[in-house]
């Protein structure tokens, strides 16, 4: 397995993608290429939870998937530093995809919480000038070519979990979060997106999923959604494996979801 920390993904971040990337074996179909998971752990951009980080990527690789963690800038840094960080992982990804074994056009961004925040909104946006500027290349470098959600922040509206905007935005917040509504700025070329949440998640209403879906469904984008009816928030993985120290996150009704999304990423990217 390829392990390593790579920083220095932006000279003004301190930002850092490690890898789990399985080798290839001339005994294992040697010029295999695999699609491959970016994840962005959850904390309400205040920390990054290690719940959402390492076990995610160890279960990524046992359905197939090259995985990565993003440790992206959070509190104080502010808007748009950890989306810039988040396109140059894809960039670099994409980039290294013959070093990696990693099929360019299979690149899935997968976030939980206030991860899902960061990226869904790289999923709307990756196409904005802004980005290219900032970045100085290309958008299509780092185009995410379907989205993983869980449990996401999504909306800054009444149903929106204002803490995070406020840890994004800082001094900006009042002015500028109505414009981070991310289920406002869905268009044609959001990528395909798998969306699971739970009913009784009462941080992060599930009405962010919902909101997003509906939105999908008017610009016809592919898209599968789980609505679970049982747990709280931050499951992470739903078993004993990522439950916290006070044994939250052990939910029996969610623990299927990396199955199904590893089905639905077979048909639909």
């Known amino acids: 397995m390829i392990h390593e920390k790579i920083t220095a993904l932006l000279p003004e971040s301190q930002a850092s993608l490690t890898t789990y990337v399985v080798e290839n074996s001339p005994e294992m179909e040697p010029d295999r290429v695999r699609p491959a998971v970016i994840i962005c752990p959850g904390g309400g951009y205040e920390m990054l939870s290690d719940r959402e980080a390492e076990p995610i990527a160890i279960k990524m690789m046992s359905f197939g998937f090259q995985a990565f963690v993003l440790h992206y800038s959070i509190k104080p840094a502010v808007y748009p530093l950890a989306l810039k960080e988040l396109a140059a992982a894809v960039r670099l990804v994409r980039t290294n995809h013959e070093v990696w074994h990693v099929d360019p056009e299979r690149i899935i961004v997968a976030g939980f919480s206030a991860g899902g925040h960061l990226a869904a909104n790289l999923g709307v946006s990756w196409q904005q000038p802004f980005l290219a500027e900032a970045l100085q290349g290309a958008n299509e470098e ?42 406002t700025l869905v268009n044609e070329q959001t990528p395909p997106t798998f969306l699971w949440h739970t009913l009784e998640d009462g941080l992060v209403l599930a009405e962010n999923s919902l ?53 639905w990423v077979k048909w639909n990217i």
């Open 142 to 183: 780092w185009r995410p070519n379907g989205l993983l959600l869980s449990y996401p922040v999504l909306s800054s509206g009444e149903l929106g979990h204002q803490d995070s905007f406020r840890s994004l935005l800082a001094d900006r917040y009042e002015t500028e979060k109505a414009a981070l509504s991310l289920e």
């Open 211 to 263: 909101l997003f879906a509906e939105q999908l469904r008017k610009f016809n984008i592919p898209y599968e959604l789980h609505i679970f009816p049982r747990g709280g928030h931050g499951l992470s993985l739903g078993t004993p494996e990522t439950a916290n120290g006070n044994q939250h996150g052990i939910e029996a009704s969610v623990v299927r979801w990396p199955e199904l999304f590893a089905d």
